[in-house]
Structures are given as C-alpha cells and as structure tokens.
C-alpha cells in the first residue's frame, strides 16, 4: 500500500510549488522573526522531499522516473511533464540544499525588506526547479524565463555595490536575447515533429515534449540551425565565453544569496546535455561545432584563469573563475563520449557546492571586513583559524586536489578530453596549473603572513549558522571527494544512454537508448 501510495503521490509537483506556496504565506507574515523561521521551515520541508526523491531514484537507470504528465494545451502539443532522470535528479537535491544554505545565511546578513527578499528566494527555488524537472520545451521556456522576475529584484534591490542597478537589468537582457534565439529553436522542433507526423498519419501532430521530440529524425543542416539557436539561450545563460561580460557584474553587484545561486546552479551547461546533445546528436558531433565549442571551451579555461590571477577583490576572482570552470564543463560536454559527459555532469554539481562555498566566504569576510579587496586583509589565520581552514578546504576543492569533490570531476573531463583529442586536453591542463596559481596566490595573502594593518583587532571566528554553513558543504566535498560512487551511480544510466543517442543519431527510436517507462 505505501508503495503505491508512494508511486502515485506528485511528489514533483509538491517540489515544484512548495516553495511558491510558502512565498505567498510569507506574504500574510508580519513579524520577521517568523518570516525567517517560516522560510527556512519551508526549505527544510522542500529538502526533505528532495532527499526523500534522490533515495527512491533507481540508479544505474536511464528511465525517466517519478513521471507526471498531463495535457495543457492539446492543440499545440504542449502538456505539464515532469520527470527526472540521472541527467537531472541531482540538481534538484543541489537546488534545495543550497537554498536552505542561501536562507541560513541571510538570516542576520539581509535587514531590510526581509519579507520581500525571503520570497525572491523561494520563489526563484520554484523556478530553478522547474528547469531541473521540466520535459516539455515549453514548460521548460516558461521557468526559464520566470527566472528573471527573481533574480531581477534580488540583484536590484539588495546588491551591495553601486551598479547594482546596471548589473540586474544587464543580466536580464543578456539573457532575454539569448532565450529568443532559443525559442526559435524550439519551435523549430515542434515543426519537425510535425511534419513527420503529418507525413506518417499518427495521431498526435504537435508536441513539444522531450521523449517525443526524441523519435523523430531530423535532417542534418536543420539539427545545425537548431544547434545554433539553442546555443544561444544556453550560452547566454552559462555563460559560455564570450557571452560571459554579464557574470562578473551580477555577482559582484548582487548579494550573496544570488551568488550562490548563479554561479553554483549551471543551467546553462545543463541546458546542453539534458536538450541539445540528445535532441540534435548529428549537429553536436559534426566536426564544425566540435571545434568551435573546443575552442570557446579552453579560451575559456585561460581566459578566465589569468583574469583571475589578477584580480585584487575576491569575488571577482570567483567570477573569472566560474569562467575558468565552466570552460573545463564544455569541453567535457563535447568530448562526446562516456568519461566526459560523466565528468561534465559531476563537475557541474561539485562547482554547486565549492563555488558556491566561497562565495560564502566572501559573505564571511564582507560581514568582517566590509569588503572583499586584497587591500583589507593579511595574516587572518591567527584571528580566525576555523575560517582560513573552511576557506582552505573550499578552495583546494574548487582547484581540483585529489580527495576532495573537485578532482573526480576534473579527472574525468580531462580523461574524456585526451581521449577525444589529446591537443584539446593539453591546453585543458594548463588550467589546473592556472587555477592552483589565482588561488593559492590570493589565500596566501590574504590568510597567511603577518597580520594585515587593515585587519581588525577583535574579529570574530565563525559563528554557528556560519558553521553550519561550513559543515554541511565540506561535507559534501568530502563525501564526492573520497567516495563518489553513489553519484557516478546515479548518473551512469542516463550518461550511457545520452552516448548510445550520440552514437545513432536521430534515426534510431528513443528506445534504443532511453527507457521510456516511468517509475
């Protein structure tokens, strides 16, 4: 009985719009006390069900589990499908994870309109997670670009530096002109479908859903145009170089909470694996767009390592090396096989928690310091011990040191990359040498050496929300670190699967690779 119980319960949905049902609550809550309490209660609660899917998830699988679907708009093919496979489950834990973090921290960070910002946040969880469990295109569209609304007034309203305002609309426009681009795309596909099904007397002649989407070939210079358009929204979003100039403004103008949020959620990069890459596998192995994302991929890895190397504030450090480390992500992406698509999907949700780590640190020692430049720090470890180790640890992750979170991620895109082109994977390399360089070069002076004059006399160690914050990331580093095999695990279906799509193109029927039954 439980387990049916189980099976049929719409447990996406209640991940869907928990979050937004709590932001509406919130908005009938006077007292701020209890907005805080009420916000973390519901993103507990939303964590709870997300651990409560990860658990259930059958791993090893490349079915589309925890499968509701229902017809929204018949006569264009679009319908409310959610499901989650191996591509996918783990962002929805990463999303619900770090947005408890997000409201831990802003418990005693963010004093004004604390309302307000508490519903932002939940309300762009609501958003997120609707790109992470969304199989229609169009439903998909819709939370992709509900996003905005969020994340605007989130940059605008409680970012810390003076171009806030400039920031936020950048980013909006930014993205804007990438998902029109995109739309294009999808519609595009919806039109294919069409056509085949015309030409074929099935009964259904429109659908933007994924699984059927997947069962109709497209010709090659059309999957090109698609590759193309798609490319845009995604590249955009990444961002991928040289869409990037609006990621360094956000996340040094914004507040840390949509920091985290955009530099530790790849919906980009996500966006390439989970629709580009199975949709369009003739265009994304053609030899043109191969090269052309190779390259953007190690310009990337350089580019953003040597501006990081030279960057005096730390959170534009942590910009340039989200470029730096998205770049390593898209040419594990189009290595196109096995180890690369692996270590691409592991990085992205290891760069969830040591990326979005030190953007937390930065938190810490804005709350110390009032700012994060070079200039107001030195020799912090002898006043804050507990801090400079958490910012140790977070850091040798974020560089890829073997034991922790970062290395099996790294490893394995470089493994895919050699495999594929061992040019591409030399270039890769010199990243790592990079990266060990902008940030052992920035914790060195910043945290060791003689007390900076700068630095105050009686600043505090980390307190206990800030350690809870600490904790539970490094032991998540930790854990993938030393022990990633329930995560390979996870994924290793939907990977093995997205290889057998690759390798016969959109001729072969989804089911030759992907399991269409629901769990």
């Known amino acids: 009985m439980l387990e049916e119980l189980a099976a049929s319960f719409p447990i996406l949905s209640c991940l869907l719009f928990l979050p937004l049902v709590g932001a509406a609550v919130l908005w009938l809550v006077e007292d701020e006390d209890m907005v805080r309490t009420s916000a973390l209660t519901i993103s507990l609660v939303e964590l709870a069900l997300a651990i409560f899917v990860l658990i259930r998830f059958v ?17 264009l093919g679009i319908s409310y499908h959610l499901a989650v496979d191996g591509i996918s489950v783990l962002f929805v834990g990463l999303t619900a994870f770090l947005t408890v973090l997000v409201v831990i921290y802003s418990w005693d960070t963010i004093r004004q ?7 932002c946040v939940l309300a762009l ?3 997120t997670m609707g790109v992470f469990v969304s199989l229609d295109l169009i439903l998909f569209f819709v939370f992709w670009e509900l996003m905005l609304i969020p994340s605007y007034f989130l940059i605008k309203l409680w970012g810390g530096g003076a171009e806030r305002h400039y920031a936020a609309l950048k980013y909006v426009l930014y993205t804007l002109l990438g998902s029109v681009f995109m739309l294009v795309g999808i519609a595009l596909l919806n039109l294919n479908f069409h056509q085949w ?3 074929h007397h099935t009964d259904q002649v429109y659908s933007f859903d994924l699984l059927d989407l997947l069962t109709v070939p497209i010709p090659l210079s059309q999957q090109i145009l698609i590759f193309w358009l798609m490319f845009m929204g995604f590249a955009f979003k990444a961002p991928v170089f040289p869409f990037h100039t609006w990621l360094p403004d956000a996340l040094l103008e914004g507040p840390i909470g949509m920091s ?3 530099a530790g959620l790849k919906l980009g990069t996500f966006g390439f694996m989970r629709f580009s890459i199975p949709l369009l596998p003739d265009a994304s192995k053609s030899q043109t767009v191969v090269a052309i994302l190779m390259c953007l991929g190690i310009a990337a890895i350089l580019y953003g390592a040597i501006m990081a190397l030279i960057q005096p504030d730390f959170r534009r450090l942590l910009a340039f090396s989200s470029i730096s480390h998205l770049g390593f992500i898209v040419i594990g992406l189009f290595a196109l096989n096995y180890q690369g698509l692996q270590g691409s999907l592991l990085t992205m949700i290891n760069l969830g928690f040591s990326t979005a780590g030190l953007f937390f640190i930065a938190g810490f020692l804005y ?10 720090f030195g020799g912090m470890a002898k006043q804050v011990p507990l801090l400079a180790s958490y910012f140790l640890l977070i850091g ?18 470089l493994l895919g990359t050699f495999k594929a082109n061992w040019v591409y994977g030399a270039f890769a390399v010199t990243g790592v040498v990079f990266g060990a360089a902008y940030f052992l070069w920035y914790y060195e002076r910043a945290i060791l050496g003689p007390l900076g004059k700068a630095v105050k006399s009686t600043m505090p160690d980390l307190q206990l929300r800030e350690m809870i914050i600490a904790v539970s990331l490094s032991v998540m580093i930790l854990w993938i670190g030393l022990y990633p095999s329930p995560f390979l695990r996870i994924m290793n279906g939907s990977i093995q699967a997205l290889v057998d799509r690759l390798d016969h193109g959109t001729v072969a029927s989804l089911t030759d690779s992907v399991q269409r039954q629901d769990h």
């Not at 110390?368 to 070079?374: E, F, K, V, Y």
């Not at 040798?396 to 895109?413: D, R």
């Open 396 to 413: 040798l992750a974020s560089i890829g040191l073997p034991g922790t979170n970062g290395f099996v991620g790294e490893f394995l895109i």
């Open 59 to 75: 791993p090893e699988s490349a079915a589309m589990q925890f499968s509701e679907h229902a017809s929204w708009i018949p006569g």
């Open 113 to 119: 309109q604390i309302k307000l910002y508490m519903m």
């Open 197 to 199: 099904a015309v030409l």
């Open 125 to 127: 969880e609501t958003t």
């Open 260 to 262: 985290v949020v955009l």
């Open 367 to 376: 709350s110390r310091q009032q700012t994060t430049h070079l200039s107001a």
